[in-house]
């Protein structure tokens, strides 16, 4: 018999919303001591099939027909007490940003401690430590005794995922739901995450379902696959049959989608730098109290980089690795400690006001959160065209210029009057590439531009932004943490680790031949590569290991 | 807008607050029409009851109608309380947006000032302030205008200094635009609305301490207002409670109509509780 069964699900949204049915006649079943990944784009219902069987749904969403059996029980028409006693002992689930699902000022030892408690209120106090200790090297926290007693912002994002799973396991529980446990991670970490969770997973004979839009973690952790799109399911089978022989052409597209698999271009140009970064440092010093030494950050030590026109340069690293915060110094939108900017020979940091406004005219900006990014109460063609304006174009001739760059990206002049709401991720960003481009810029800076988005939204923005670099003669520094993207787009990859350069090559011969250890260990935790390789024929994305 | 607008009048807060509000100004405009004549007027025998000679809120020591009183001391009430609010706005909005935008030593000394305002008790102040400027309607709006900024300037910092932080304040940068045109177009337009809310329970606080400036007897002596009255039945309140209780009563209903509207706006400014 199944762990958990769900039939003919459906679930209705609240009037207004994009469709009636968020997930429309679901069927499928996991087995204990298997792992079932629902994979989807945003939108796709998969994490509303998670919250229903935890009754977590939000208001106004409400199940409208199906079951979902778990040990004989049918979860959708239990009591509430009886479910509160399920969640947490029977099914356990843990979220996505780990930050936010810990309460910030309570230790992480007690929050663990809290969550075995409530299914065993007789628990005395010393059992209570040992055991979260015990949880604590079970998911690979090593020295428990402190870390027991730290706050969840004094942890690394993995470290904190780490206690989120421990608190998962509290009570043992038969059926795990992890929500998107490792989009909001580093790839290193998000091997480390996986491999625990697959490794818990056979230790405890649990059942899990994973929940993910990147294919390549499908491939890594999954017995099962269940693909939905548009709250429908349109494939599902046993993972190795279904990722090598897809039916469907959806999960085919979100297979090809998956960047990182053509060859890495190769040669360099042979052009003129248009930016170089002489010597480059910068160090964030916080104060945290009156006795505590203040806390310093390096963001970036002794950066050299050279960008020749019409190349493209990505700047690879995980979190904290300084490459944003080289991105905003290359715009003096951070100020660096010392070192030298040349635009095109000229030191940008000893730019008065008229002569940097005119260089960040020449060097424009597309961030990565396209939910911040643009003003929301302003109308997308009045956000475009106030850069135009700025430099002396009349409002006219800058409203055209906005609706050309808007059916340029793809979105139609009719963008021009909505609102930022209006639109999804993949096209807020396009709407900051028009707003970038209609400057007429020598150099584009993509920070983290397409991280936010779902892997098959991240190749269109990918192609646009290849096609536009084709046709301008575009320079672009390219910001990214993922190896795959660097390498469908760079000509050259540079990589860095707490602030220091650790090793600058073109893209073919960066994944061709690493030489520092440090970026092996990157290329090694890509998700889905050993799929991905054997899938191509020829090991693709190449690193020490092979 | 029509969002906001459909939020606000869902909340039974926001249309009691409103419906009050509403008659309390329509009271305020139509005074010279519902109670011709000058309030400071004898109307009949002094300490009549209410009810007595015609006057449904009975007469003050004076024989002066309490009930014009009242009608008219509403004009001055919300004259003050609104015009009092708009000039610490005025001042409160300009110095915490210039603090919070450019920060470093301007935000300093910005934040230094606001704070010698708030050590001083502010009802102290505005005392000190009417009765050396002596006591008119202008003097009470600056004085009451004076102790009411540092607050309003505190908040306004605040979410300038978050807002800019976003990434459309440095889009809008990058995009060529001048400090202020970013400063006052992107940034104060996204930081507006729990100002606009703070600005509307000052309008209250306002009202409350113009009242009890009259009631010290700190009141422009030429406008009839719900404080002076307040103050000036207190002597007589156990042989004749009408005479401060209909005045103070005003000020209770006005001030709560305020406080309604004022919840009422946070959440439907505030888009998470909109939404829901």
Not at chain 1, 281 to 293: S, W
Not at chain 1, 392 to 420: C, I, K, N
Request: with cysteine; proline share 5%; glycine share 10%.
């Amino acid at each position: 018999m199944s762990l958990l069964s769900v039939r003919e699900l459906s679930i209705a949204l609240p009037k207004g919303a994009d469709r009636a049915l968020a997930v429309d006649g679901v069927n499928f079943e996991i087995e204990e001591n298997r792992i079932v990944c629902l994979v989807g784009e945003s939108g796709s219902g998969k994490s509303m099939i998670a919250h229903a069987i935890l009754g977590l749904l939000p208001q106004g969403v409400k199940p409208v027909a199906g079951q979902i059996g778990f040990e004989g029980r049918d979860l959708l028409s239990l009591a509430p007490a009886e479910m509160k006693t399920l969640r947490g002992a029977g099914v356990a689930m843990i979220f996505q940003e780990p930050l936010t699902a810990l309460n910030p000022l309570k230790k992480v030892g007690e929050q663990v401690a809290e969550a075995v408690r409530i299914h065993n209120p007789a628990c005395p106090a010393a059992t209570l430590t040992a055991r979260v200790e015990e949880l604590f090297i079970r998911v690979g926290l090593s020295d428990p005794a402190r870390l027991r007693k730290s706050f969840p912002f004094q942890l690394s994002g993995g470290q904190r995922q780490r206690v989120m799973i421990a608190m998962a396991l509290a009570n043992s529980p038969k059926l795990l739901i992890a929500d998107e446990p490792t989009t909001a991670l580093d790839v290193t970490t998000q091997r480390q995450i996986l491999d625990l969770i697959k490794e818990l997973q056979a230790t405890m004979g649990m059942g899990v379902l994973f929940i993910t839009h990147d294919i390549g973690v499908v491939a890594d952790i999954a017995d099962r696959v269940v693909v939905l799109k548009g709250g429908q399911v349109v494939e599902q089978g046993d993972a190795a049959n279904l990722l090598e022989a897809p039916r469907d052409s959806y999960t085919q597209m979100l297979l090809d989608a998956v960047p990182g698999r053509g060859s890495p271009r190769s040669g360099s140009l042979k052009a003129a730098p248009l930016l170089e970064v002489q010597a480059l440092n910068k160090t964030f010093v916080t104060r945290q109290g009156l006795l505590e030494p203040p806390r310093r950050v390096i963001a970036a030590d002794d950066v050299q980089l050279a960008l020749r026109e019409g190349e493209t340069l990505a700047v690879v690293g995980e979190s904290g690795s300084g490459k944003s915060t080289l991105a905003r110094m290359v715009l003096r939108l951070v100020e660096p400690d010392n070192g030298d900017i040349l635009w095109r020979g000229v030191k940008v940091r000893d730019m008065n006001r008229a002569a940097l406004r005119q260089y960040r005219r020449k060097a424009q900006i597309v961030f990565q959160d396209p939910w911040s990014s643009l003003d929301p109460r302003l109308k997308i063609g009045e956000s475009i065209l106030r850069g135009p304006v700025a430099f002396g174009a009349s409002r006219a001739e800058a409203a055209r210029t906005a609706r050309q760059w808007l059916e340029r990206v793809g979105l139609g002049g009719q963008a021009f009057d909505r609102f930022p709401h209006e639109f999804s991720g993949g096209q807020r960003q396009r709407i900051c590439i028009a707003r970038a481009l209609a400057l007429d810029p020598e150099l584009l800076i993509a920070d983290e531009a397409v991280s936010a988005l779902d892997v098959s939204v991240q190749s269109q923005v990918l192609e646009l932004l290849a096609g536009l670099k084709a046709d301008m003669g575009l320079s672009m520094l390219f910001i990214t943490h993922d190896l795959r993207v660097a390498r469908e787009i760079a000509d050259r990859i540079i990589v860095m680790q707490k602030g220091r350069i650790v090793e600058q090559n073109t893209a073919a011969d960066l994944f061709g031949n690493p030489t520092d250890p440090y970026t092996r260990n990157l290329l090694d935790a890509v998700p889905g590569r050993a799929f991905f390789d054997r899938r191509a024929g020829t090991p693709i994305l190449r690193g020490a290991a092979t | 807008m029509n969002e906001t607008l459909r939020t606000f009048l869902s909340r039974p807060a926001g249309i009691v607050g409103l419906t009050i509000l509403g008659l309390v100004c329509v009271v305020a405009l139509l005074a010279p029409v519902i109670s011709p004549g000058s309030p400071w007027d004898m109307a009949g025998m002094p300490f009549a009851r209410p009810g007595e000679g015609g006057m449904w809120l009975g007469s003050d020591t004076l024989g002066r109608d309490v009930a014009a009183g009242v009608i008219h001391g509403a004009r001055v009430s919300l004259l003050i309380g609104v015009s009092s609010t708009l000039a610490a706005l005025a001042i409160g909005v300009t110095m915490g947006a210039i603090a919070g935008f450019s920060g470093g030593i301007v935000d300093l000394i910005i934040v230094r000032v606001t704070e010698v305002f708030q050590t001083i008790p502010n009802f102290v102040l505005a005392i000190l302030l009417v009765a050396i400027l002596t006591p008119s309607l202008t003097t009470i709006i600056l004085a009451i205008a004076l102790v009411s900024w540092p607050p309003l300037a505190r908040l306004t910092r605040a979410q300038v200094m978050s807002v800019s932080r976003r990434e459309f304040v440095h889009a809008a940068r990058c995009q060529g635009q001048s400090a202020v045109s970013v400063l006052v177009r992107h940034v104060l337009p996204n930081a507006i609305s729990p100002i606009i809310v703070t600005g509307s329970l000052t309008v209250a606080a306002a009202i409350l301490i113009e009242a009890a400036l009259s009631f010290m007897g700190l009141g422009d002596p030429n406008h009839m207002s719900w404080g002076y009255m307040v103050g000036a039945g207190r002597t007589v309140i156990r042989q004749a409670w009408w005479m401060s209780v209909f005045p103070g009563l005003a000020i209770l209903i006005t001030v709560v109509a305020i406080n309604l509207v004022g919840e009422a706006l946070n959440d439907a400014l505030n888009p998470r509780i909109a939404r829901s």
